[in-house]
């Protein structure tokens, strides 16, 4: 079953903006880390950025000071702010939550960044 829901890709043009959202099922109890990664055409899946439970936050070298991970516990979701877009972040973004429940996948969310 599907737990995990991304949204909020699409395309856009170099320099620009987007805000991806990742929504978990109530049914996972206690998620402690929530991740974005993102996979583009033939290279290899990435960790993108990471909160924990106490919001502590870690980033990949590549989108530091461009992207900031936040989460809303109320709302179960993640968000991923996305500025100052490169073609090179075009990729599918997926999101992971850990819990003691185990790991969760989405289905990833196409973001395209392109003149």
């Known amino acids: 079953q599907v737990q995990l829901v991304e949204s909020g890709g699409g395309l856009v043009q170099p320099g620009g903006s987007l805000r991806l959202s990742c929504t978990a099922s109530r049914s996972i109890f206690s998620i402690y880390v929530m991740t974005w990664y993102r996979q583009a055409p033939g290279k290899e899946r990435e960790l993108v950025a990471t909160i924990s439970s106490g919001d502590s936050t870690k980033y990949a070298d590549s989108v530091k000071g461009r992207f900031t991970i936040s989460r809303d516990n109320a709302k179960s979701t993640a968000y991923l702010q996305m500025n100052s877009l490169k073609p090179e972040d075009t990729a599918v973004y997926y999101c992971?939550?850990?819990?003691?429940?185990?790991?969760?996948w989405g289905q990833g969310t196409q973001v395209t960044v392109s003149s």
């Open positions: 992971n939550a850990a819990s003691s429940m185990g790991h969760y």
